[in-house]
Each structure stands twice: as C-alpha cells, then as structure tokens.
C-alpha cells in the first residue's frame, strides 16, 4: 500500500440466494447474566436479600408460605417457581394461581425453570428420564437426554432457555456436561442435542447454576468440606 492509499470500509452485509436477496431484521435477544441480590428464603420469609433488608417477589413470596421447599428456582420472568418439595416431589408455585405437583417420581434432582414456561425434573438413578412440564399441566419425555450417563445429581437449563448443564456420574466420577435443547414451533422441548463433557468435578457433584451465557458455577464435596468452582463453557 503506497503513501496517500485510502479505502473505503462499510459496515453493510448482504445475503444472497440464487441472486435473491435476503433481507434480515434484527431480533431481540434475552439476557443470560444474573443480576442483582440472590433469591433466599429465611424465617422472615422469600425474597432478594440485600444486607439485612429482604424485598418480597411478587406473588411468589406469600405463594412460599404455602409448601415446605428443599429447593426453589424462579423463572427469569418471575411468574412462576420450580420447587423441590421436603416429601421429595417436584410442584410448580406460580405467582397466580393454584400450587400443583408435577413430578412425584421417587429420587429426583432439585427442578429446573425455563423463559418459556416449562419445569425441568429428573430422578437421581436414571438420567435419560428427563421430562418437561407445561403450565397447562402437559408433560412431554425429552428424548436422547444424557445417553450413557449413571448417574445425574444437577440440572440447570440456561436462562435463555437454548442450553441444560448436568452434573452426571460416568465412570465413576462427576462431571460437568452441556447439550442444546431442540424445541418445536410452540417451544416446546421435544430432545436434547449432541451432549458435550465440560470438566471434571472435584469430589462428588451436589448442584449448579448458570452464571451467566458462558459460565456455570459447582458445587461439589471433596475431602469433607464444601468446594464451589467455576466451569468456563
């Protein structure tokens, strides 16, 4: 390129088939990232928890006095939670409306909320069962979920509802997979994509929960104490 060269950049891109344009329109796209004071329930009740100040969720608060949980994810439009209930059974609390049980199946992980309205369960013993719940009360079987695995102790599906992270025994060992959700035109989850190992998990695999669109964070037991790490995705 000699002295006094110039070029003219653009920023425009066009798509062409068989010398047909494409026209493409921007989408919106839902954000990954947690923000804000975590999700805690304590003797004074459910709610974010900022110092020593709890602010109540709308609807799900007093909804919370009405079950006894292990376990509670709320959906990221906040209109519903997935709770693990003490019996051991999955409900769905919505902010409105009628608490109701959606999984009694013996052995299952804590559940699992979705953007598009869909609670997540699976018992403990046998990976591949995972089934999806609808608020209409429909349930669907996701299919070639977690082929080969032992074992499941965690599942989490992503906030943007595209992505579920397990915690899965195989070989004798945890460890931390990812697989794509393949959903119908309604959204529905009908299978699971190819799944892909992410780590090893140092001891044995108690939970975990995405952080945000690249990171998901583990807990796990490793000589008698408590152990939380980060999986970069």
Known sequence: VGTGSAFALSADAQMIVASTPLEAETVDTRSTRVTGPPLVLTDAGFGFLAGDELTPVDGLTPAMQLVDPTAIQVAPDRDFAAVHLVGGAVARVPAEGDITVVDSRSGLVDPSADPFGFIWSVPRT??????????????????????????????????DGARVAALLTTGGR????????????DRVPIRLGDAVPLGVVP???????????????????????????????
């Open 203 to 233: 001891g044995e695999g108690g939970g975990l929960a995405w952080i945000d669109e690249t990171t998901v964070g583990v807990l796990s037991a490793g000589d008698g104490a408590p152990r939380f790490s980060e999986q970069l995705i």
């Open 126 to 159: 046998a990976p591949s069962a995972v089934r999806a719940f609808a608020a209409t009360g429909d349930q669907v079987d996701v299919a070639d979920a977690w082929p080969g695995a032992a074992g499941i102790s965690a599942l989490a599906v992503s906030r």
């Open 174 to 185: 945890s460890e931390v997979w990812i697989a794509g959700v393949v959903r119908d035109a």
